[in-house]
């Protein structure tokens, strides 16, 4: 099973998520420590400390955004279903922009 090492406040880790989602990959969530010393467990894990980490079936780690979007790219064909996916998050992300904006205007 694919694991991967993210945090729920980290950007690049929510579009993996969604990505991995969108192309109907199952994977395990890791969740990553705010501190950078406390991330032993990642860094033995994948040999950086950097999120978002894939770490593969293999054991082979791929790190960073870019490289993980580009190893999907490479690996997993995308599903019929993607677009769906993408579009209704990006529905979801504008609801929640607009309620924490009309919250901030009270």
């Given at each position: 099973?694919?694991?991967?090492w993210q945090?729920?406040?980290?950007?690049a880790?929510?579009r993996?998520?969604e990505?991995?989602?969108?192309l109907?990959?199952?994977?395990?969530?890791?969740?990553?420590?705010?501190?950078?010393?406390?991330?032993?467990?990642?860094?033995?894990?994948?040999?950086?400390?950097t999120?978002?980490?894939l770490?593969?079936?293999?054991?082979?780690?791929?790190?960073d955004?870019?490289?993980?979007?580009a190893w999907?790219?490479?690996?997993?064909?995308?599903?019929e279903?993607?677009?769906a996916?993408?579009?209704?998050a990006?529905k979801?992300?504008?609801?929640?922009?607009?309620?924490?904006?009309?919250?901030?205007?009270?």
């Amino acid at each position: 099973m694919i694991e991967l090492w993210q945090t729920e406040w980290c950007p690049a880790s929510r579009r993996i998520r969604e990505r991995l989602t969108e192309l109907d990959v199952s994977y395990i969530a890791r969740q990553v420590p705010v501190e950078r010393a406390a991330r032993g467990t990642l860094i033995a894990a994948t040999a950086a400390d950097t999120i978002p980490a894939l770490v593969l079936e293999g054991g082979s780690a791929v790190i960073d955004e870019v490289a993980i979007g580009a190893w999907l790219d490479a690996h997993v064909p995308g599903p019929e279903g993607a677009l769906a996916h993408r579009t209704k998050a990006a529905k979801a992300r504008r609801r929640e922009l607009e309620l924490a904006a009309s919250e901030l205007t009270r």
